[in-house]
Structure formats: structure tokens, C-alpha cells
């Protein structure tokens, strides 16, 4: 039985490899003040010239290829001109991903430094063995480790600062107490069509609203139903979650603090009549089931929320 993979040639850090390592923690770190993941990259030739540096830049110019090992390869081979980087080494401060390996493959890279390992998409030995594997033309030797120290700090410090930046956020943010339900009836869907009156931009939302002093999300959720469709309903209760959320609406962004429920037609099924609610109300629809991934994808939380109850009424067979 032939071998596939081997283990990747480990080769011990020296004293030049944390000179490159450090000037790829300060490129990580620039990344990093702009709000991009601080990874930074340095691609050295044989003979210790820099051919090409990167941050990070995913955030900045919305690219899933953003990486900075991507963007130093392509640096080198443009000033090359050529996509043979044979024997150059690329630093880089955290173990390069499946799709930063598989373009280091097939540059024809001599050697690969890093500092930090990536346990939840590491393709060099994390979770993958990209650069050893036999089946490809080539292998990349490796030297992991190098300031690892150092490249994980600094990661760290930045997922940390990120949280505590969206709690504050959240805590300074006033959020208004909502209620909306999903209503389902032989496997369809109630809802309306809406129009925002700022934007232009149509919807269907699960009838829902506003908690007013001293009543209850059910309770409001009920109010709000028949309000908005002209259908008695019952919220089963026990299905009740709470999702704070952002959502933009008529030109501004409204903060939700919403409790979601499954409920169920409290009267016999009639079609929908005409509703006269808001301006921006176009009308009373139930729709198939099936349809819930697409029609309430405009937001995520919503679309969670309906998702998670479709479940629901699905293992209860409503």
C-alpha cells in the first residue's frame, strides 16, 4: 500500500527566520489597527532579498482572496515575472489556511515559516497536510512555531478587543422590546408583504411589533397578529426565545430585542382579507413552508428565528 502523506520536513527556526518573523508581526499588526485579522507576510528569495510584503486586506477590499500569503505570491511573481517561486521562503504569522497551502504548492515555494497554528483551519498540519502530501508534484519544507509566542498574543488581544468592542456596542445601544410570531397552518406561513417607505425595498415580515407598557410578548404577538393579517391566533408559549438584532428601516437602523414564537390559528382557516394597518402594508399572504430559507434571508437573525421554528411546527406536524 503506497503512502500519501508524509510529515512535513521540519526544519529548526534560526536567528534570521524570527528577523523575517518580526517584520511580518509588525505588517500583522498594521493589519490589525485597521480592523483587518493581524496576519502579515514576508516572501524572501534565495539569496535574502524581500521580493514581496502583505497585511491582511479580506475586510478592506470585501475578497475572500485577501489573504496576505496570497497577496505576497502574487507580488513575487509579478515582479518576477513568473509563477515559479522555487526555493524563495514565505513568513507568515499563522499557519496558512487550505486555500493559502494549496496556493503555496503551486508556486512551487521551497519553504513555508509560521508562527501561530490555526487549530480551526490550519492546512498545513492543523487540520490538513497540504504542503506534505505525495499525491501533488511537489512538497514545501516547514518550520513551524517561530514567535509563536508573539503571533498568537496578538491574535488573542485582537478577537478580545473585538468582543468587548461589540458588547460595549450593545450596551450603549437602546433596544426596543418586540414580539413576533410565526404562524403556521398546514405547513404554510403567515405573513404580509411590506415596502420600506424610505428605501423601496420589498419584504415579507412574520407579523410582529412593538411590546406596549404592561402587556406581554404573547399577548402582544397575538394584538399584533390580528392587527396585521385580521387573524385570531394562539402563541403556544413554550416555544418563546429572545434574539437582539439590528434592522434597517425607513432610513434608520432599529434595535430589536425581539421574543419569537410558533403559533397557531385560534379560528377556522378563511383566505386573507384586505388589511388596512400601515401605509406600507401591501398585503396579507401564507406562503409554502419551504419557502422560508428564501423569503426571510434578508436578515439573519429573522431568519434563524423562522428556521428554528419551522422545526418546531414540523415535529409537531402543525
Known sequence: MSTEFSSPTIQL???????????ALKLAAKAGNKGEVPVGAVLVSPSGEVLAQASNVRE?????LGHAELLAIHRAS???????????????????CVMCAGAIQQARLGRVVYGATDAKAGGVESLYNILADTRLNHQVQVTRGVLA???SKL????FQHRRDEIKKEKSEKIYRPRASVIVVHKNKVLGFNAVD??????YFFMPGGGVETGESAAVAAQRETLEETGYKIRVLEETEFRRKYDFPWNGKINHCDTVFFLGVLDEEWHAPSEVQDADYHRGVQWIEGKNVDKVFAYNK??????QKLMKVARKQRL
Open 155 to 158: 491574535l488573542t488581544d485582537f
Open 301 to 306: 437573525d429573522i431568519l434563524w428565528a423562522a
Open 60 to 64: 478592506t477590499l470585501a475578497t475572500t
Open 78 to 96: 509579478k515582479k518576477l515575472q513568473s509563477w515559479r517561486l522555487e526555493d524563495c521562503t514565505l513568513y507568515v504569522t499563522l499557519e496558512p
Open 197 to 202: 417607505p424610505h428605501s423601496g425595498q420589498k
Open 149 to 151: 509566542a508573539e503571533c
Open 13 to 23: 527556526a534560526s536567528k534570521l527566520d524570527e528577523k523575517w518573523m518580526k517584520k
